[in-house]
């Protein structure tokens, strides 16, 4: 997939899967502000890029997840 | 008002109710069918008692892992027998081997047939009793792999462990530590019946004002300002309370919870998706008087070393663990014999849209045939076992399904992943502050995960109640 194609397709997901305007999506928005994240939500946000890309965000890497440019890059790099 | 609202009355959602009935909150457990207890209830047939899900338990001697448990949760006063203290018996291809209470006996015992592996099993047991959180994320095959260079010890000291699905690439060390380690440290089966545990935490909540419901089948779940208010039932009556807990299959519960705002899809949905774990095949048997003497110990019997692959593909039966009843009259033969093999989903398919008793010839068929293959299997260490048998009942994945609500007739929960820990293992907690999780699929099965996993669950109501507590 190309980073684009990422870009449509997860954009669509996350505003689906945490119920908000796909609007609101931009690459440099912080992502835990933007999908309203907790300690629990952030799990589902990990299982639905597992899920979609098998893709599985280790713990070490989380923290530097912060905006949705991050996320794109992560899932870019760790797609098979 | 209610102080906790309970829905479901399995072991975890009973232990739930009696630590805070302890603890002076009103509580009241929903059960939506008929009889209480879950995996913990018995029935009656012919004058005995049948169990469903429990066979021995382990750890409650004096420091150990059960016992402050059972201690605080009042179980143990109840009639608890242990067990031989070659507590189980493994036949794998013919070769007997023993497993010994005690770490260093158990390790010791087994060093006896396997000189070779000493240092391994010296090894092995000190890791079992040094088990972390970390152990989520150390799959337990590839880890007892690497511990034993004798493939058939890590066969040997995997039979037991018929008491959790035993899947090569997804079973956590953590669980399959658990799954073991407390019976090692002392091993034994209550003379008497489920019903005996599952009453005994009903009279606590009773004792202290609570109440439990049965015919209570809760279908929605209302939330009110980001807290859940109420359940409402099938019949229509609504229950209201400060704090609620859920002792459902957490799929199940998402059901329940459509239409709360705080519950977004994402929660719902990795939820629904979460895979279960196998099932399991019984065939309960009633022995003829006065023609077997009782036994205190389990055997676990395979035709071959194929211990972690009979649970994707076990037609026919490879493996068959055989628990004995406790006599409840003080004779020292037994009337009661449980013969037990893991039994996929994928078995049951042709039966999924049937109810009980209305299933047909073939499945009546195909239980005649796994219980005669689990007999053949029971006769190596029973010779003649078919001809002691009075009467037979058995029971499939499809059972558990349609009395205890558990979907795709999963024995022990939803599946825990090592290659997905923080997906597989799940936080009590939920969206909504006011709503937790208890019950074997969140973090471990087993009465000794779902004990542990109680008093995580009442820990977020009453401070002083965590999980080693």
């Not at chain 2, 039932?233 to 309370?241: F, I, K, P, V």
């Not at chain 2, 293992?425 to 109680?454: D, K, R, Y």
Request: proline share 4%.
């Amino acid at each position: 997939m190309t980073r684009e194609e990422i870009i449509a397709e997860i954009n669509a997901e996350l505003a689906e899967e945490f119920e908000i305007d796909e609007a609101t999506i931009t690459p440099d928005a912080p992502i835990y502000q933007t999908l309203e994240l907790d300690s629990l939500s952030l799990v589902d946000l990990i299982g639905i890029v597992q899920t979609k890309y098998g893709v599985l965000i280790s713990k070490a890497e989380l923290p530097t997840i912060k905006t949705f440019a991050q996320l794109y890059d992560y899932i870019e790099q760790h797609q098979k | 008002m209610n102080d906790v609202l309970i829905i479901g009355s399995g072991l975890g959602g009973l232990e739930c109710g009696a630590l805070l009935a302890q603890k002076g909150l009103r509580v009241l457990v929903l059960e939506g069918s008929h009889q209480p207890g879950g995996c913990m209830q018995s029935f009656r047939r012919g004058g005995l008692h049948y169990d469903t899900g429990l066979h021995y338990v382990g750890g409650l001697a004096p420091g150990q892992a059960m016992h402050k448990a059972f201690d605080r949760l009042g179980l143990l006063d109840l009639p608890w027998e242990r067990m031989d203290e070659y507590f189980d018996h493994v036949i794998i291809g013919g070769r007997h081997f023993t497993f010994h209470q005690g770490y260093e006996a158990f390790a010791e015992g087994l060093a006896k047939d396997f000189p070779h592996q000493r240092e391994a099993l010296q090894s092995y047991v000190r890791r079992l009793q040094n088990i972390t959180e970390a152990d989520m994320d150390v799959c337990a095959y590839d880890y007892l792999c690497q511990t034993f260079s004798d493939e058939l010890l890590v066969n040997v000291v995997s039979a037991a462990a018929m008491k959790t699905e035993l899947r090569r690439e997804t079973l956590p060390l953590f669980n399959f530590a658990h799954t073991c380690s407390s019976y090692i440290e002392s091993s034994w089966r209550l003379k008497g019946d489920g019903n005996l545990l599952v009453n005994k935490l009903i009279g606590t909540i009773r004792e202290a004002g609570g109440e439990v419901r049965t015919d209570s089948r809760v279908v929605r779940l209302t939330e009110t300002d980001g807290r859940i208010t109420s359940v409402t039932c099938a019949d229509g009556q609504s229950y209201e309370a400060e704090h609620f807990i859920s002792d459902i299959h957490p799929a199940v519960l998402c059901q329940l919870l459509e239409g709360c705002p705080s519950v977004r899809k994402a929660f719902r949905r990795r939820m629904a998706a979460a895979e279960n774990t196998c099932g399991m095949f019984t065939a309960q048997l009633c022995i003829k008087p006065d023609v077997l003497r009782y036994f205190a110990h389990n055997v676990f019997i395979y035709d071959k070393p194929n211990v972690w692959t009979m649970t994707e593909e076990n037609t026919p039966v490879k493996g068959v663990m055989v628990s004995a009843r406790v006599p409840e009259d003080g004779s020292d033969t037994l009337r009661q014999i449980d013969l037990l093999t893991p039994m996929p989903w994928h078995e049951c398919q042709a039966w999924t849209e049937t109810k009980v008793g209305r299933r047909g010839d073939n499945y009546k068929a195909l239980c005649q045939q796994k219980t005669e293959q689990c007999i053949a299997l029971a006769e190596q260490y029973i010779p003649g076992l078919r001809d002691m048998v009075e009467h037979c009942y058995t029971s499939t994945p499809l059972t558990y399904r349609d009395y205890l609500g558990s979907p795709e007739g999963g024995a022990f929960g939803m599946r825990k992943d090592c290659r997905t820990a923080m997906l597989s293992f799940h936080s009590v907690s939920t969206p909504l502050p006011n709503l937790l999780l208890t019950g074997q699929s969140i973090i471990l099965p087993g009465i000794e995960g779902v004990t542990m996993t109680a008093f995580e669950t009442c820990s977020k109501i009453v401070s002083g109640l965590g999980i080693r507590a």
